[in-house]
T-cell receptor
Framework: AQSVTQLGSHVSVSEGALVLLRCNYS??????LFWYVQYPNQGLQLLLK??????LVKGINGFEAEFKKSETSFHLTKPSAHMSDAAEYFC??????????FGTGTSLTVIP | DAGVIQSPRHEVTEMGQEVTLRCKPI?????LFWYRQTMMRGLELLIY????????DSGMPEDRFSAKMPNASFSTLKIQPSEPRDSAVYFC????????????FGEGSWLTVV
């Protein structure tokens, strides 16, 4: 069975601090992994994706994520949080084909 | 390029009324997904189509929900009769074979049933 677990439904960081959003997955096959961001009253936008190339994936807005097979993790990081990063973040796994399994989301608050 | 287009963006309806949500996927995409987002359940896949054919509708909550895709550029999600617990944001998304399994979401249809 495929699933995604996002640890921490709410994360707060100070502006300029490191952002770390955690995602663990289970998949019976090497998966595709994604991070999506949802700003208030908007749809989900692709932040970055892992497709079995480099294990460190760089996305938009300074975010990056590292695929660690041994830990079945795909945590999202950003060295320095900005106020505009406040949003809901979703991790997703797609084992094959076009089936996607989303985590429950992590709400990021950035404190000025 | 135009993204996934959904309508209406917002709808308020009375319990028992029929609701029809519409979606135009990105041109050339052969997969279309309907998701529902609520605070309680998060993002749930309701149904998805491949080349206009429903592939998996196991997420459709009950018979009151139905979805169609009469052609490659249009899909509808219908709720009849609507109930207050159907209040949610409904997202349509599309992708194409070879897109690296990336799906693209519309802005959502915000449904309130009173």
């Amino acid at each position: 069975a495929q699933s995604v677990t996002q640890l921490g439904s709410h994360v707060s960081v100070s502006e300029g601090a490191l952002v770390l959003l955690r995602c663990n997955y289970s998949s019976s096959v090497p998966p595709y992994l994604f991070w999506y961001v949802q700003y208030p009253n908007q749809g989900l936008q692709l932040l970055l994706k892992y497709t079995s190339a480099a294990t460190l994936v760089k996305g938009i807005n300074g975010f990056e994520a590292e695929f660690k097979k041994s830990e079945t993790s795909f945590h999202l990081t950003k060295p320095s949080a900005h106020m505009s990063d406040a949003a809901e973040y979703f991790c997703a796994v797609s084992p094959t084909g076009n089936q996607f399994y989303f985590g429950t989301g992590t709400s990021l608050t950035v404190i000025p | 390029d135009a993204g996934v287009i959904q309508s209406p963006r917002h709808e308020v309806t009375e319990m028992g009324q029929e609701v029809t949500l519409r979606c135009k996927p990105i041109s050339g995409h052969d997969y279309l997904f309907w998701y529902r987002q609520t605070m309680m359940r998060g993002l749930e896949l309701l149904i998805y189509f491949n080349n206009n054919v429903p592939i998996d509708d196991s997420g459709m909550p009950e018979d009151r929900f139905s979805a169609k895709m009469p052609n490659a550029s249009f899909s509808t999600l219908k709720i009849q009769p609507s109930e207050p617990r159907d209040s949610a944001v409904y997202f349509c998304a599309s992708s194409y074979t070879g897109s690296g399994n990336t799906i693209y979401f519309g802005e959502g249809s915000w449904l309130t049933v009173v």
